[in-house]
């Protein structure tokens, strides 16, 4: 049974994607052990509590230093042994202590198809805001694992969606999040826990 942590900082769709493929077996083999955010307002907490999983909130905002944080925050993943670590609208950066000690063992989900509109500054809606600037006719979303760079480690899943006239950044995002990323980041958890990958 494949141990899994998932860190977010906001809403959790994501993160509800995720359970329901594991309630649905459509993620097999796998279990949340954990989720941990930054941000101790995330309704993200609330769904792992009503999933029964604990939800830990670990802010660098609580810490003296970043180090300070980084250590902690790889001291809360040691503690639950686990196997992966997703990315689910984690908007902290991976300290490189972390990266090292579970190399190819943590994944991101990514609202656009990398290399487009990805890296420094872009998250979020801002991803979209710049698709839609840009005119591009097809975007999407990636799952790639994470390495020491920005939205840079290899990619494991893409899926395309279709840019629509009149889109505004907000429901492209939905789209986006429908048609793509509550698709793929289960698939991919599950060929991890699965030998897939």
């Known amino acids: 049974m494949l141990r899994v942590g998932v860190l977010v900082s906001g809403g959790g769709t994501n993160l509800q994607a995720i359970l329901d493929a594991i309630d649905a077996g459509s993620i097999r083999n796998a279990k949340v052990e954990v989720v941990i955010s930054n941000n101790a307002g995330a309704f993200a907490l609330?769904?792992?509590?009503?999933h029964g999983i604990p939800a830990e909130c670990l802010s660098p905002k609580d810490f003296a230093s970043r180090?300070?944080?980084?250590?902690?925050?790889?001291?809360?993943?040691?503690s639950y042994d686990l196997?992966?670590?997703?990315?689910?609208?984690?908007?902290?950066?991976?300290?490189?202590?972390?990266?090292?000690k579970y190399?190819?063992?943590?994944?991101?989900?990514?609202?656009?198809?990398?290399?487009?509109?990805?890296?420094?500054?872009?998250?979020?809606?801002?991803?979209h805001e710049a698709a839609l600037q840009r005119g591009v006719k097809i975007t999407g979303a990636t799952v790639h694992f994470v390495d020491e760079g920005m939205d840079s480690g290899p990619i494991i899943l893409q899926k395309?969606?279709?840019v629509e006239k009149g889109d505004t950044p907000e429901v492209l995002q939905r789209r986006?999040?429908?048609?793509a990323e509550w698709k793929i980041l289960p698939k991919?958890?599950?060929?991890?826990?699965?030998?897939?990958?």
């Open 188 to 197: 991919a958890i599950d060929m991890i826990a699965n030998g897939e990958i």
């Open 103 to 127: 190399r190819n063992k943590i994944i991101n989900i990514h609202p656009s198809l990398i290399p487009s509109f990805c890296g420094v500054g872009f998250y979020g809606l801002k991803v």
């Open 83 to 100: 196997d992966l670590i997703v990315l689910a609208g984690y908007l902290v950066k991976i300290p490189e202590i972390m990266i090292e």
């Open 46 to 50: 609330e769904r792992a509590k009503k």
């Open 160 to 162: 395309a969606v279709e």
């Open 67 to 78: 180090n300070e944080f980084n250590e902690a925050l790889v001291a809360k993943i040691d």
């Open 176 to 179: 986006v999040m429908e048609q």
